[in-house]
């Protein structure tokens, strides 16, 4: 599985979708501040499907990146075929320092880890 670490989202340019993939009222409190930023939690996949470009690169984030993992092998089952996960997810993102919008909590919760260096 492709994942990818926050701090290197950047340099990938902008010919991608981050993918927001928990529930709204999450996303409503607290989110990435990132260009080509999308919030269609997984548990509405099944209707939002079709909105979604099979050939686009998607990169999904939840809040830890464990959603986001089983989301990626859902979307691979399902003919897309460049999908990747945020490691780390939204916790990663604030542990390195990258804008956010909204009220996160000072430690979003269930971290893997306190590091802000992510590793495979």
């Avoid at 993102?93 to 880890?113: C, R």
């Amino acid at each position: 599985m492709n994942t990818i670490c926050p701090s290197h989202l950047a340099s990938l340019g902008e010919d991608f979708l981050l993918l927001d993939i928990r529930e709204r009222f999450e996303f409503n409190t607290y989110r990435a501040d990132f260009p080509n930023y999308l919030n269609i939690p997984f548990s509405e996949f099944d209707e939002e499907l079709a909105n979604l470009q099979r050939n686009r690169k998607l990169i999904l984030i939840c809040n830890n990146g464990l959603r986001s993992r089983t989301a990626v092998q859902f979307l691979a089952e399902r003919g897309f075929s460049d999908v990747s996960s945020v490691m780390g997810g939204l916790v990663k993102w604030q542990q390195n320092g990258l804008p956010m919008t909204g009220t996160p909590p000072d430690f979003i919760s269930h971290s893997l880890s306190d590091s802000k260096e992510c590793s495979a």
